[in-house]
């Protein structure tokens, strides 16, 4: 089954502890990206990736890391999390022929 | 780099009227518009696109325009259903690079 997965779905966190939100697609997808879903904001960019070790910032990279070092995962990073981070977070991934954005199931993080 | 506008934040309408969703994107050279639906507690997920070699392009009961040269794009709905309620996403895409979304609209079908 055609997937992108995220983990974990829910995490709470203290400021300054840094975290990891992981992302894996199993469609061979070229594009991923990360984006965060805030109540009147849409969906805004964090980062995105083009290939392996291939990545650029979106609208809102500041305070996140991504890195590519397969084409499958896709890694969201929070060296330092403040609670402006609060958000809930999606991985999406898509092809260069047919761009369908495939989402992942979402993961709420909560910044204290 | 690309940044595209969504109205209305909100929309209500009567089960069988139409819904008109309407977005403006900045890059001319964006050529790939697709529309995502996102119902409660869910992902997103596509509905319908429309590339920009097209002007209007129709599934059932949604249809999708495109205005190249304003530069906006629409999302029609006919025959609204209470299944229709959601929050609808446009977006927007450079051969498939970055896919900057707009702001999103609540949609509300009242029965």
């Known amino acids: 089954e055609a997937q992108v997965t995220q983990n974990p779905r829910y995490l709470i966190t203290v400021t300054g502890k840094k975290l990891t939100v992981t992302c894996s697609q199993n469609?061979?997808?070229?594009?991923m990206s990360w984006y965060r879903q805030d109540p009147g904001l849409g969906l805004r960019q964090i980062y995105y990736s083009m290939n392996v070790e291939v990545t650029d910032k979106g609208d809102v990279p500041e305070g996140y890391k991504v890195s590519r070092k397969e084409k499958r995962n896709f890694p969201l990073i929070l060296e330092s999390p403040s609670p402006n981070q609060t958000s809930l977070y999606f991985c999406a991934s898509w092809g260069q022929g047919r761009i369908e954005a495939f989402f992942g199931q979402g993961t709420r993080l909560t910044v204290v | 780099g690309e940044n595209v506008e969504q109205h209305p934040s909100t929309l209500s309408v009567q089960e069988g009227d139409s819904a008109v969703i309407k977005c403006t994107y900045s890059?001319?050279?964006?050529?790939?518009f697709p529309w995502y639906k996102q119902e409660l507690g869910k992902r997103p997920q596509l509905i319908i696109d429309i590339r920009s070699n097209v002007g209007e392009k129709k599934d059932q009961r949604i249809a999708v325009t495109l205005n190249k040269t304003a530069k906006h794009f629409s999302l029609h709905i006919t025959e609204t259903q209470p299944e229709d309620s959601a929050v609808y996403f446009c977006?927007?895409?450079?051969?498939?690079?970055?896919?900057?979304f707009g702001a999103g609209t609540i949609l509300r079908v009242k029965s």
């Open positions: 469609m061979n997808h070229e594009y």
């Open positions: 977006a927007a895409s450079l051969y498939g690079n970055k896919l900057v």
């Open positions: 890059d001319s050279a964006s050529n790939y």
